[in-house]
């Protein structure tokens, strides 16, 4: 089935420093990929949807300068977080779409868990 | 805007026992309704999904049951098992966006 990895899975930054993370997918491509934030006992938030050889839709209130997002290829995706402060500590997933019936089936990263200190 | 609610938000039920979530979508053009299980720290995880065209789904102890008039959809889990402790999440899609509930905590007592 399809498989998506991301990396890194955990990630520990000071407070002023840009992070990446990288999601690929292994066994497909995918012309779109999704970026969530997830909080603490919370649910998953779409912050930005990835289109390969464009840019990336953002969702409101989410800040474009401040999360990057780079789709070069069909297998990868990126997302970096710029001038890191404490409160982008979070779980961010992303995820990927396999095309099929009419609707996409999302498959997602194991996440990366991000602590700005 | 596209709205999906998810009750309810914790669920306790003995080992055994039925476990029933439900959610609520206010886009009617959607057309596919997966859930997902997540545990602590972890990827979610599809376990069961059901597309506009079918009414009722089953997969072992998971069935999913759709009401497209009503745009309800609910997730049984019959026959519970600690394993089945975790968050689940409903999600409802027309195209490509996903528009996720809440998260419902299932908790199976031993």
């Known amino acids: 089935g399809a498989v998506v990895s991301q990396h890194p899975s955990r990630v520990i930054c000071k407070s002023g420093t840009s992070v990446k993370i990288e999601c690929r997918s292994l066994?497909?491509?995918?012309?779109?990929m999704f970026w969530y934030r997830q909080f603490p006992k919370q649910s998953l938030m779409l912050m930005a949807t990835?289109?390969?050889?464009?840019?990336?839709?953002?969702e409101q209130g989410v800040e474009k300068d401040k999360f990057l997002i780079n789709h070069a290829s069909l297998t990868l995706s990126t997302l970096t977080v710029t001038s890191a402060h404490p409160e982008d500590s979070s779980f961010y997933i992303c995820?990927?779409?396999?095309?099929?019936?009419?609707?996409?089936?999302?498959?997602f990263g194991a996440g990366s868990r991000l602590t700005v200190l | 805007g596209e709205n999906v609610e998810q009750h309810p938000s914790t669920l306790s039920v003995q080992e055994g026992d039925s476990a029933v979530i439900k959610c609520t979508y206010s886009?009617?053009?959607?057309?596919?309704f997966p859930w997902y299980k997540q545990e602590l720290g972890k990827r979610p995880q599809l376990i069961i999904d059901?597309?506009?065209?079918?009414g009722e789904k089953k997969d072992q102890r998971i069935a999913v049951t759709l009401n497209k008039t009503a745009k309800h959809f609910s997730l049984h889990i019959t026959e519970t098992q600690p394993e089945d402790s975790a968050v689940y999440f409903c999600?409802?899609?027309?195209?490509?966006?996903?528009?996720f509930g809440t998260g419902t905590r299932l908790k199976v007592l031993a």
């Open positions: 990835s289109n390969e050889g464009s840019k990336a839709t953002y």
């Open positions: 886009d009617s053009a959607s057309n596919y």
């Open positions: 059901i597309r506009s065209n079918v």
């Open positions: 066994d497909f491509q995918a012309t779109t």
């Open positions: 999600a409802a899609t027309g195209t490509y966006k996903y528009i």
């Open positions: 995820s990927a779409s396999l095309s099929g019936g009419g609707a996409n089936v999302l498959t």
